[in-house]
């Protein structure tokens, strides 16, 4: 959905677990154009779609929607939103599937959380020679998030979304 997002970027696979041959649930998380954080399940399908290496030079993911126009994508449609039932945590990292449902749970990073003295958000930095920027150190915190498991029964099965 790269409307939602600033960047193509942004849009990140949370996990990804195969139905059958062609067709997969898939978790979609990132923070949106809005600064909200998306947790979305998908039904994908790949039959058809084009064989991806690079679009322009550049991964797909960061090529324009201009250079995406005549690419065959996969078939993708939503099955629902984790924010819009009450998910509260960042990721949603662990998929499985059993009889009319799924089993979702989150990756809270062991329940720490990794920044800088500085202050600085560790993502936001370079680290260039094995060595921090302006001999920053790294700083190692509980971060309080819990493990969540969620069991979710679907009124029909994933294997029911884009009948072969």
């Known amino acids: ?8 970027g942004d849009a990140k ?9 062609t067709r997969f649930a898939l978790i979609e998380q990132g923070k949106g154009k809005d600064k909200k ?22 991964e797909p993911e960061f090529a324009s929607k201009d250079a995406l126009a005549n690419v065959k994508m996969i078939r993708k449609q939503r099955v629902l ?10 990721k949603a990292e662990g998929l499985a599937l059993f009889e009319n449902g799924i089993a979702i749970m989150n990756d809270n990073d062991f329940g720490l959380k990794t920044d800088l003295a500085s202050g600085k958000d560790v993502d936001d930095v370079l680290i260039k020679d094995g060595q ?5 150190s790294l700083v190692v915190a ?12 679907l009124k029909q099965p994933l294997k ?3 009948p072969k």
């Open 142 to 153: 509980p971060s309080g998030e819990a493990t969540d498991l969620w069991l979710l029964n």
């Open 81 to 90: 939103d984790l924010r819009e039932l009450g998910w509260k945590a960042e």
């Open 1 to 8: 959905d790269v409307d939602v997002y600033k960047k193509t």
């Open 37 to 58: 954080l998306r947790n979305v399940l998908y039904v994908i399908d790949i039959a058809g779609a084009d064989n991806l290496v690079a679009i322009d030079g550049k």
């Open 132 to 136: 921090l920027p302006d001999g920053d």
């Open 13 to 21: 696979i949370g996990d990804l677990v195969a139905i059958d041959d």
């Open 160 to 162: 029911n979304y884009f």
